[in-house]
């Protein structure tokens, strides 16, 4: 299973006589709670999936709810590769090229490393592993499209985010963003009593506290984040706290 700080809690299994070592590796990079759902059932999938197979052995599910494109804030991804050179890992599998990683030199690098090691990564949606070093030329070429298609994702949704406040609008979840909301015309409509814990954040910052005190400031009070759960996320506190975002933001 996995919580909300990205803590896999797995069962541990006997090592089957001269089984295969078999892994997972699950990422999405979105902290909504539809990407985190989606997560969840990455690992409930995989974990059942490999421990149904006679000939594996289950050796962990790595999961984590981070961006594609920088491998060195992938924590989960690191000890995996630090597990698979120690011999703990013989194939490595997961949904798609996309989730093990969307910037392709830095990927392919990292499948050269497994392969020197001997373990294989199984990509499930394209249909092939990195068992044959000619696959190697097809796991580029799907990571090479995906970095374009992340890039160009990027450039769009901060292109129509640019033209909004060009035009006044500002686009966001106002379901999941705290201290604000919109009337039927879409225009923002601040929420006095979520703005409150917004205006606390700020003050909080300003007087000098870092994300993690006001994580455990807010939490010791009882408040709750915008979609009413008890423990706050260091990251969705930086978001509020993030300087540039202040002017924007503060309610």
């Not at 803590?7 to 909504?32: D, G, L, M, Q």
Request: glycine share 6%.
């Amino acid at each position: 299973m996995i919580n909300q700080n990205n803590v896999v809690i797995t069962i541990p299994t006997k090592e089957k006589t001269n089984s295969k070592k078999v892994a997972a590796y699950c990422r999405v990079s979105s902290e909504s709670y539809e990407q985190f759902r989606s997560l969840e059932s990455q690992v409930l999938y995989y974990t059942e999936y490999i421990n149904e197979n006679p000939d594996w052995t289950f050796a962990g599910v790595y999961a984590e709810r981070v961006s594609g494109t920088d491998f060195s804030k992938r924590n989960e991804f690191k000890r995996m590769m630090k597990d698979a050179k120690a011999g703990k890992i013989n194939l490595i599998l997961t949904k798609a090229v996309s989730r093990f990683g969307r910037n392709t030199l830095p990927m392919l690098q990292r499948i050269n490393e497994l392969s020197s090691h001997a373990v294989t990564v199984q990509f499930d949606v394209e249909g092939f592993d990195t068992s044959d070093p000619d696959r190697h030329a097809d796991t580029a070429i799907y990571a090479a499209v995906s970095q374009v298609e992340s890039e160009h994702r990027s450039r769009d949704i901060k292109w129509g985010i640019r033209r909004g406040f060009e035009n006044g609008k500002v686009h966001l979840n106002h379901s999941q963003f705290l201290g604000y909301t919109k009337d039927k015309d879409g225009n923002l409509i601040i929420v006095e009593e979520e703005a409150k814990i917004v205006r606390l954040i700020f003050n909080l910052y300003l007087q000098g506290s870092g994300c993690r005190k006001i994580k455990k400031f807010l939490e010791e009070q009882g408040i709750k984040t915008v979609t009413g759960k008890t423990e706050w996320s260091t990251s969705l506190s930086a978001f509020f706290l993030c300087p540039q975002n202040m002017r924007v933001r503060q309610v």
